[in-house]
């Protein structure tokens, strides 16, 4: 975000959005997984208060996301056509999830380690999937939309207050239709879990207090179905907006260019 002054010697909030990949990039993903786990190791080796031994960190370069590797080892970031856009973050985010409920599945020994990542993956693409509805489907300007993701941050039920309403128009649903209520519900009560997006990602809050100071134990194929029906809403959502704005547009145009035809055919 930057400040502008005007000519009344105001200041105004001018929002933008600089992308973290400027150009495509190809990233080695042999070598960031591998200089991952050395980082780890080390790390972990420290916090033992033991000598580490391995050397092994010295075969790479101390750069964080390295370019380069083989075709299939690459993971290609940075696409100008969709550097903007929310979806490949969502999908990701969500697909990551889902692999991991499948691994939990698979075996059930991983339950303990892989459950919070888990949700964490699926409580952040809500997160996106939202603000891909505010920011690319709402009538919100530029200006609006950044100014409200830079107010609401991290607030799924701030996020989704916002949207809400432009949903029920697009949908131009019945009274009797509770696919909404029902949808907000799943809203209100991640954000009462949730709130400020750091219970999956920490393990204390910014006081240093225990998200969970006693044992709890969760049905984690109820939690997966949770998210993943929440998922599964908000990019139907998406579409349906996404299909309504291109036909509301195309439906303009055509208007205006009949309106411009009609215009010259009256100046002649």
Known sequence: ????????????????????????????LV?????????????????QGIFASDKSYKDYKPVFLEEGGSYYGQS??????CSGEFYPYVKAYTESAKYFYKK???????????????????RNAIELSIKETLFEECSFNYQEA?????KKKHSVLGLWNLIKNEIKEHADV???DTTLINAENYVIQLHNIDGSSD????????????????????????VNNFFGELASFLSAVNSMMSVHNEWKAEMEAEYRSEMQNYNMDDYY
């Open 76 to 81: 290609v970031i940075g696409y100008q056509y």
């Open 31 to 47: 070598a960031f997984a591998n200089k991952m786990e050395i980082a780890f190791q080390l790390l972990d080796s420290l916090y």
């Open 104 to 122: 939990i599945c698979e075996n059930t020994n991983l339950k303990d380690i892989l459950f919070i990542p888990m949700c964490y993956l699926y």
């Open 199 to 222: 219970k999956f990602r920490y393990p204390t809050n910014k006081s240093l207090d225990l998200h969970f100071k006693n044992e709890k134990k969760f049905d984690i194929s109820n």
């Open 174 to 176: 019945s009274e009797e």
């Open 1 to 28: 975000m930057r400040k502008k002054n005007d000519n009344f010697s105001k200041i105004t909030k001018v929002y933008s959005i600089k992308p973290v990949f400027d150009k495509q990039t190809h990233i080695n």
């Open 146 to 150: 950044l100014k409200q993701l830079n």
